[in-house]
């Protein structure tokens, strides 16, 4: 039913929401009534600071379902979690009806916590559904709540599914930094679909968000060559410290030799002065 | 629901000289009726500029009659959700009133399911009354859709905002009231909308919150509303745009705040009646926190402010320099 220890996760979460609201609160959110009643009526009760949360927890969530975190949550979409945590889950049909119609008739803040709940639920398979109509949405809020520390996509979508949720990122400036899986799950078809994404950008004289290549690097190929060329031929520092990036990911003879050419690049990146995670600051 | 039905009916007037608004610069302005559903991004930006920092959109009708309950539904959706969000793109504040509309109520095996879902939405974050209803014709339909709705208003304690006819208004207005009394309502949480010189009295005497909507040609001109604020002052009258898909205008609320200033009306009052009165009657609803959109100039959207996240920010839409005819 569940692919994660869901009881341990069910006390750290309660040992939060403990320590962020009143114990009157905790007593309502636990009350027996419609889940729907409760889950639109939450922040009257919760509020919606920003939750307290220990390195510990943090750590303990982490390791339990890695890559997940509820940092930086606010009280009313962790209580949601909660929620739909203490929800019964033994009949699938029931589960399923009762989670979508939350989702059929949610504003945005229910909508994050919705999304951003999707590691927790039981029965994963079901919501791969509802997490590629997400992604189409042109919400902030809701695209990050699906794309940052949220390990379902990853772990969940097919690659076309996967694909637009990366391109998706891209074209809705996000921080790929947060997305879980997007190395791992980086392959041929998204590296070949960036390139013709990025001659779009070239054509019109747009800018070129240097991560991009990060999800080319280990494809290039004769034909993924020509751009990575194009970088140090035609881009700024920049540019050429991401086709180093890229090129550092490959096994492609020429470009590897290409790279020897640029000892100070080779020199940052072994001494891991250069990286993704630093060329996107 | 507002106003003008027809455009054929628009008569063009010599258009007065134009009013600055320098003179209103930093000044905060609330739009307490505006459907910016119907309205462009470029409206959104003119108001961010202008200084409104928050509004409310009633559920209205759109024009075209709904066929079918799934529309109502996803347009209710759609108040809570993309509007919202798109507002929030303008660093605006965007509350809103959920209800049937007089003129749909009258499609009465619709207006049944309208009724069921209704309790759904009444109590999601942001809607910040019943609304807008009331009568159109005046018919026993609409009647018994109001006379439902304020029953739904009292078990839930949201503040009503009323809707008043265009025709019959005056008789329509203090009926709207006289029915709103007659369930138990507290006058000082229904909103009478759409006032003019002649239903304004009775609304204040009665303790309603007086709304005007500054809308050309059909409703209030705001030189008509700096009489009105003259006359009555400051205290439970507020004004709005109800900006639509008619010819309208979303920057009602700081031109009319503009004129009253040239006008002589006290920065006080300017204050309650573009502003503050608004807060005071739909905050009622427990729905609105002034602290989301008060900070000067800055108005964010908090919940799109995610982990130090930047691009969505209200208010840090790329700008487009329309005086070019580059488009890039």
């Given at each position: 039913?569940?692919?994660y220890?869901v ?25 027996k ?15 919606k ?8 927890q ?35 049909k ?5 989670i ?6 949610a ?5 994050v ?7 927790l ?15 189409r ?8 709540a699906?794309?940052y520390?949220?390990?379902?996509p990853a772990q ?9 949720l990366?391109?998706?990122a ?11 899986g ?6 041929k078809?998204?590296a ?25 690097g ?19 520092l ?22 020897t ?14 990286n993704?995670?630093s060329?996107?600051r | 629901?507002?106003?003008?039905h ?14 600055s ?10 739009d ?8 462009t991004t470029?409206?959104y930006?003119?108001m ?8 409310i959109?009633p559920?209205f009708?759109?024009?075209q009659?709904r066929?079918?309950i799934?529309?109502f ?73 109001y ?33 709103a ?8 949480k229904?909103?009478?909308d759409?006032n ?5 009295k ?22 008509r509303?700096?009489?009105i ?5 400051s ?26 200033k040239?006008?002589?009306?006290s ?13 005071t ?20 959207d ?16 790329p ?10």
């Amino acid at each position: 039913m569940f692919n994660y220890k869901v009881d341990e996760i069910r006390s750290i979460l309660k040992a939060i929401v403990q320590a962020n609201t009143t114990r009157d609160v905790l007593a309502w959110l636990e009350e027996k009534r419609a889940l729907n009643t409760s889950f639109v009526l939450l922040p009257r009760k919760t509020g919606k600071a920003i939750i307290n949360i220990t390195a510990h927890q943090s750590k303990q969530i982490d390791t339990i379902i890695p890559g997940f975190s509820v940092d930086g949550w606010s009280i009313d979409r962790l209580g949601r979690a909660y929620l739909l945590l203490n929800l019964d889950a033994s009949d699938q049909k029931e589960y399923f009806r009762v989670i979508e119609a939350l989702f059929l008739a949610a504003e945005i803040g229910e909508l994050v916590a919705l999304y951003s709940t999707l590691p927790l639920l039981a029965y994963p398979e079901i919501w791969v559904k509802r997490c590629s109509e997400g992604i189409r949405s042109n919400i902030g809020s809701v695209l990050e709540a699906i794309m940052y520390h949220n390990p379902y996509p990853a772990q969940n979508l097919d690659q076309s599914a996967w694909n637009q949720l990366v391109l998706k990122a891209f074209f809705t400036d996000k921080d790929i930094n947060k997305i879980i899986g997007i190395d791992t799950r980086a392959n041929k078809e998204l590296a070949y679909i960036i390139s013709d994404y990025i001659h779009e950008r070239w054509a019109a004289k747009r800018e070129v968000n240097p991560n991009l290549w990060r999800l080319v690097g280990k494809f290039i190929d004769e034909k993924l060559f020509e751009d990575i060329k194009r970088l140090f031929e035609e881009g700024n520092l920049v540019d050429r410290k991401a086709g180093a990036l890229a090129i550092s990911q490959s096994n492609y003879q020429p470009a590897i030799a290409l790279l020897t050419k640029y000892p100070e690049l080779v020199t940052a990146i072994e001494n891991k002065n250069l990286n993704w995670d630093s060329l996107s600051r | 629901m507002c106003c003008t039905h027809s455009f054929e009916e628009v008569k063009s007037e010599p258009l007065s000289p134009p009013v600055s608004l320098d003179g209103i610069k930093g000044m905060k302005f609330f739009d307490p009726h505006v459907h910016m559903t119907s309205r462009t991004t470029d409206d959104y930006q003119a108001m961010a500029d202008a200084g409104v920092v928050a509004l409310i959109e009633p559920a209205f009708w759109l024009g075209q009659p709904r066929t079918g309950i799934d529309t109502f539904r996803d347009y209710y959706s759609s108040l809570i959700g993309w509007e919202r969000f798109r507002s929030s793109q303008f660093g605006i504040k965007h509350y809103c009133t959920i209800g049937l509309n007089s003129r749909e109520a009258n499609n009465e095996a619709l207006a049944e399911q309208v009724m069921e879902i209704l309790p759904l939405f009444i109590y999601k974050e942001g809607v910040v009354g019943i609304g807008e209803i009331g009568f159109d014709d005046q018919t026993p339909a609409e009647e018994k859709y109001y006379r439902l709705q304020l029953e739904l208003a009292k078990e839930s304690g949201l503040p009503v905002q009323i809707h008043t006819p265009h025709r019959d208004k005056k008789g329509g207005t203090k009926r709207s009231m006289d029915i709103a009394i007659e369930h138990g309502l507290d006058p000082y949480k229904v909103i009478v909308d759409h006032n003019n010189e002649e239903t304004v009295k009775e609304v204040l005497d009665r303790g309603f919150w007086a709304a005007f909507t500054i809308y050309p040609f059909t409703k209030m001109g705001n030189e008509r509303m700096v009489d009105i604020a003259k006359q009555y002052g400051s205290e439970r009258i507020m004004v709005n745009s109800a900006a639509d898909w008619g010819i309208s205008d979303p920057l009602a609320v700081p031109k009319t705040a503009a004129l009253m200033k040239i006008r002589g009306i006290s920065a006080a009052d300017i204050e309650l009646i573009t502003y503050r009165n608004a807060i005071t009657a739909f905050a009622q609803s427990g729905q609105i926190d002034e602290a989301d959109f008060a900070s000067a100039g800055s108005a964010i959207d908090q919940s799109q402010k995610f982990e130090g996240n930047t691009i969505l920010r209200g208010g840090q839409q790329p700008r487009i320099d329309k005086s070019s005819i580059i488009i890039s």
